[in-house]
């Protein structure tokens, strides 16, 4: 890798670990915590199917999109 390689690579690095303080002090720990396992379990479920869907199943067409629980930030 070239030194301005490096320099993006570290920088980029910078970045994502200000976005996880971040996450984790307007989540929670335990809340990002559940998110990590729900991904790794929805990552799994993708793997080890292998199928593509053509629709999603109505659970996830009626589920509501707004959460009245969390915080929205705006900026």
Do not use: F, N
């Not at 509501?64 to 929205?72: E, F, I, K, M, S």
Request: with cysteine.
């Amino acid at each position: 890798m070239t030194a301005a390689g490096r320099e993006k690579q570290a920088q980029a690095q910078r970045v994502w670990q200000k976005a996880q303080v971040t996450i984790v002090a307007q989540l929670g720990a335990e809340r990002v915590a559940a998110l990590h396992q729900l991904l790794e379990g929805c990552i799994d479920c993708l793997d080890e199917s292998g199928e593509e869907a053509t629709e999603p199943p109505q659970q996830y067409l009626d589920a509501p999109v707004l959460r009245t629980d969390c915080v929205y930030l705006t900026s």
